[in-house]
């Protein structure tokens, strides 16, 4: 059995968010880190892969800078490494991103036994999309939100969780499952596993690798090909902390009225 | 020259940074407060192999090397220098002279325990007696058939009270003096050993110190660590090595005191402008800041001799000599700059100042620092 495990790097949103004078996002200025979830996902697979010794392979889409990220997912424990990395690729929607990751874990390859592990959605997109469409894209059966998962043999049960309470659902290898922060607590790297880390293989997919994958259009990958396009990205204006009026009674819902009034919101 | 770190290196250095803000930074002021030693920090630490860092898996080491070892306890220190201690004092003053002096044997029964963090390890030189003038040494050990019999006592000894493993030196020969001095490996459980109460610091409260006591304690014959008559080399090379340690703890609290300097006086305001607007604090902090780096540069050179098996001695007592004045130097400063809620314990540069100050006694007081350097230049 082996695990693939999807994971993204992106900016360090908690900190300061840097925008262009044309409102683009600026990622360069911005400290990546890998996306949350996508840590709960990769120490779901690490802790499966403690209690049944199985093969933990991490892939990634990104800039050749996304290695340094892989490196220390091999650290924490993972076993082998990919980065899907091209021009072509760059400026991809989910639609396009979904297209490439799903070409990619297909050419890893998925037995019987496999299970894909994502995040539930990026810190930066926001949109939780590739995950379940990298399930379509390879006809895996798709579990979202996990905050709990059991494996046993092929069988794999996992706990999903809904603004509005729980719901369990059961399934068989292979698969695909989004984990949320309530699923785990990401292990550190240990010391040993960083001087493993550089040992342990990563492998390069450029364009050349899947193009020909049959997963593969041409036409929707890239920013070019990609359904969506994002204008502008801004930090919105803080909402400030708005006025108290203290009291019941008609006098306070007259000092409202008049408030509103000269607004002229009524 | 390269003083660049390698990937692996810069790797751990922000594992080290995390571990130490989620975990160590949290409970700092309770064990400072609490005087309560941190045992379920040293079990994560375990796990995460940081306390057996620069040693080989082949004995249950991580496999790194002496500089990231030195980086883990800055990393530790710049939030608690209690914390910090700990991986020092056990990984340089005991698991290093076992591995370095040990036989075989030795080494295959004590090293993966003490490398894997199960057990913890320590170091007793000082006595009531014998502090800078080591060769004072006391405690006596006489061989009896297959074992020693040792019978004294020790002060000051850094994780005293949760050491299972302790490097311990003693007499067997007063007619030989430094060479009548030799280093045996003591396990709590020996009969006749016992430790006393937790000695009140002024800082490192959290750190357990406290006396060892030898009452015809028996220590197996195979327990003795290096040759008769070498232990007092042992215990001069052992501080070698715990001085990078030292020299780094000091370096960690510097640094940990000018990052929380830096920080409140960009909020403190005072005569309608923030603190860091006034010339006096920003010359101050840069100050602080040089004094910190040039530290850091005489430390990391040190760590990075002692990992190329060059002669790092007089590197070593250069690094604790000046990491350590600048420490208490930079968190005194420090103080200054928080004012009055800087005295407080609400804050932690207090804390830091109480720390810093021991960092230029123990493992060699910055006078017998100086005796080493002064020595090495030839000046006599």
Redesign the interface.
Known sequence: MKIIVSIKQVPDTSGKVAVNPDGTLNRASMQTITNPDDMNALEAALKIKDATDCKVIVVTMGPPPAAGML??AL?MGADEAVLVSAREFGGSDTYATSQVLAAAISTIGIEDDDIVLCGRQAIDGDTAQVGPQIAEKLNLPQITYAADITVEGKNVTVKRMLEDGYMTIKTQTPCLVTCIKELNQPR????????E??SKPLATYNYETLKDHPLIDATTIGLKGSPTNIFKSFTPPQKGAGMMLEGDGKETCEKLVGILTAKHII | MDFHLTNEQQMLRKMYREFAENEVKPLAEEIDEEERFPMETVEKMAKLGMMGIYFPKEYGGAGGDVLSYAMCVEELAKVCGTTAVIVSAHTSLCCAPIFENGTEEQKRKYLPDLLSGRKIGAFGLTEPNAGTDASGQQTTAVLEGDHYVLNGSKCFITNGNVADTFVVFAMTDKSKGNHGISAFIVEKSFPGFSTGKHEKKMGIRGSSTCDLIFEDCIVPKENLLGKEGKGFKIAMQTLDGGRIGIAAQALGLGEGAVNEAVKYTQERVQFGRRLSQFQNTQFQLADMHTRMQAAQYLVYAAAMKKQNHEDYSMDASMAKLFAAEAASDVTRRAVQLFGGYGYTREYPVERMMRDAKITEIYEGTSEVQRMVISSRLGVK
Not at chain 1, 188 to 195: D, H, I, L, N, Q
């Open positions: 490196r220390e650290a550190y790297m240990s010391v040993s596993g960083v001087f880390a550089y």
